[in-house]
């Protein structure tokens, strides 16, 4: 894993690679590769995600996410990536630091997604992985934390072979496709030993 920072600390530009892939905060630019993406993979992240809105696939709605995401960077608050293939710059997927707490917490929550393409390949394994190491390295974070649905069993062994530890169930805890779901709660410290420390 290497990270590359290009600016301020909370600058927009802020890459990180890992294994075959790299991850970079979204742009205009990303848009149609993005919509072709979500379009496709409708079906299989339905489950898994909050309700979509009406107009979530239009270039507006893209373009207002954009300029949210870049408030809550400059706001210190989350730290939004698409992640890429290295080889040909496929769009896999997405992965969110977010629910950033600092003083006596100095804590972060993942969210990710993988496109139906790319699902079960390693890709988000790898992401995961490069972007603890961001967390821990380049936003001194002492403590990520994920979630999961309990029915959710491939993206609970992603996190475990992260070296994430379970350490409880949350009731009711998000609201994903229309109802309130539990969620298992998993988190990774910066002391921990596991992939993450082992790569340095």
Same mark, same amino acid.
């Given at each position: 894993?290497? #990270?590359?920072?290009?600016?301020?600390?909370?600058?927009?530009? *802020?890459?990180?690679?890992?294994?075959?892939?790299?991850?970079?905060?979204?742009?205009?630019?990303?848009?149609?590769?993005?919509?072709?993406?979500?379009?496709?993979?409708?079906?299989?992240?339905?489950?898994?995600?909050?309700?979509?809105?009406?107009?979530?696939?239009?270039?507006?709605?893209?373009?207002?996410?954009? !300029? !949210?995401?870049?408030?809550? %960077?400059? !706001?210190?608050?989350? @730290?939004?990536?698409?992640?890429?293939?290295?080889?040909?710059?496929? #769009?896999?997927?997405?992965?969110? %630091?977010?629910? %950033?707490?600092?003083?006596?917490?100095?804590?972060?929550?993942?969210?990710?997604?993988?496109?139906?393409?790319?699902?079960?390949?390693?890709?988000?394994?790898?992401?995961?992985?490069?972007?603890?190491?961001?967390?821990?390295?380049?936003?001194?974070?002492?403590? %990520?934390?994920?979630?999961? #649905?309990?029915? *959710?069993?491939?993206?609970?062994?992603?996190?475990?072979?992260?070296?994430?530890?379970?350490?409880?169930?949350?009731?009711? @805890?998000?609201?994903?496709?229309?109802?309130?779901?539990?969620?298992?709660?998993?988190?990774?410290?910066?002391?921990?030993?596991?992939?993450?420390?082992?790569?340095?």
């Amino acid at each position: 894993m290497a #990270l590359f920072r290009i600016g301020a600390p909370h600058d927009n530009a *802020n890459f990180i690679r890992g294994e075959g892939l790299y991850l970079r905060p979204p742009e205009m630019r990303d848009f149609d590769q993005w919509v072709a993406l979500r379009v496709e993979s409708r079906d299989f992240l339905t489950p898994w995600e909050p309700t979509w809105p009406a107009d979530d696939l239009t270039r507006t709605s893209f373009r207002r996410r954009m !300029r !949210r995401q870049a408030e809550e %960077i400059d !706001r210190d608050e989350a @730290y939004p990536f698409f992640i890429f293939r290295e080889g040909d710059h496929a #769009l896999l997927g997405g992965l969110t %630091i977010g629910q %950033i707490r600092r003083g006596v917490a100095q804590a972060g929550t993942f969210g990710y997604w993988m496109g139906a393409p790319h699902a079960g390949k390693g890709h988000m394994t790898k992401a995961v992985r490069a972007a603890a190491g961001f967390g821990f390295a380049a936003l001194r974070l002492h403590r %990520i934390e994920a979630a999961c #649905l309990p029915h *959710n069993a491939p993206s609970m062994r992603l996190l475990e072979r992260n070296g994430f530890q379970r350490e409880g169930l949350a009731r009711a @805890y998000l609201r994903i496709n229309g109802v309130w779901q539990d969620h298992v709660l998993f988190a990774l410290l910066e002391t921990d030993v596991g992939p993450v420390r082992r790569e340095g």
